[in-house]
């Protein structure tokens, strides 16, 4: 299966290596020929394509945002995503980690308001990009858990299967309005993280009776 990626830097790489490894053929969507991050994301998998961002959306079957969030407004409008599930990466973090829409709707919620013909599901937000380059845990008998949210249920079902690939057991959280809670687990993450020294290859897992 084709993949295009709108965003290839820490998170967007680290997802399409893995996946390009497992068999997927990763189209790298980028307008911009100078792209830092695109030519580097070349340089470390030279199997990428790159397309404009229109071309590579229509050849894929899935496409993933990894990009920064207040770029997606600007980026979704000029696009038609035909139908297509488009995997929600981003999360927008105000100043001081705080959830940069007020708490008021989720990222994922306008993604889906900006891109109103895409199949949005989110994904790959509640960990640093360092659990996408390697989700592995040998010294645990259960994967870690990816939480995603979103309204179509076959779009879910295909990123579960693109989870799996990843080394990911799925929970699906519900509906896109969960987004908001999945984005508040994202500061949390962060703050733990990222502010108070908790290791980075710190995850979730899902236990269930
Ligand atoms: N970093 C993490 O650990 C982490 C984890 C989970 C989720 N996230 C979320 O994932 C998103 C990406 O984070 P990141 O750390 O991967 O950022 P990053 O390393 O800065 O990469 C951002 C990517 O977006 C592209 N981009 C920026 N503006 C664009 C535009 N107008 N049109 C097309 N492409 C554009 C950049 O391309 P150029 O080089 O061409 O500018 C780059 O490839 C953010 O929303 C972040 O909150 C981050």
């Known amino acids: 299966m084709k993949l295009a990626f709108i965003g290839i830097g820490n998170v967007g790489f680290a997802i399409a290596n893995q996946l390009q490894k497992k068999g997927y053929d990763i189209i790298v969507a980028n307008n911009n020929e100078n ?5 580097k994301a070349l340089e470390e998998n030279p199997n990428f394509s790159v397309k404009n961002i229109q071309q590579a959306i229509d050849e894929a079957g899935i496409v993933f945002l990894a990009t920064p969030f207040n770029a997606n407004k600007e980026i979704l409008q000029a696009l038609n995503l035909n139908g297509k599930i ?4 981003t999360n927008p973090v105000g100043m001081g980690i705080v959830h940069g829409l007020k708490s008021e709707v989720s ?18 937000t509640i960990y640093g990009f360092e659990n996408f380059i390697s989700s592995d845990y040998p010294d645990y008998n259960v994967k870690p858990v990816m939480m995603i949210a979103g309204n179509d249920a076959q779009a879910k079902s295909a990123v579960a299967k693109i989870n799996t690939d990843m080394g ?12 908001l809670h999945l984005e508040h687990m994202t500061l949390l993450w962060v703050k733990m993280v990222r502010r108070d020294g908790h290791h980075p290859n710190l995850v979730w897992a899902k236990l269930e009776k």
């Open 35 to 39: 792209s830092a991050t695109v030519k």
């Open 86 to 89: 488009l995997v929600d990466c």
């Open 107 to 124: 990222g994922s919620e306008k993604v889906q308001e900006w891109a109103p013909d895409a199949k949005v599901v989110k994904a790959y």
């Open 168 to 179: 990911f057991d799925t929970l699906d959280t519900g509906k896109l309005d969960q987004a």
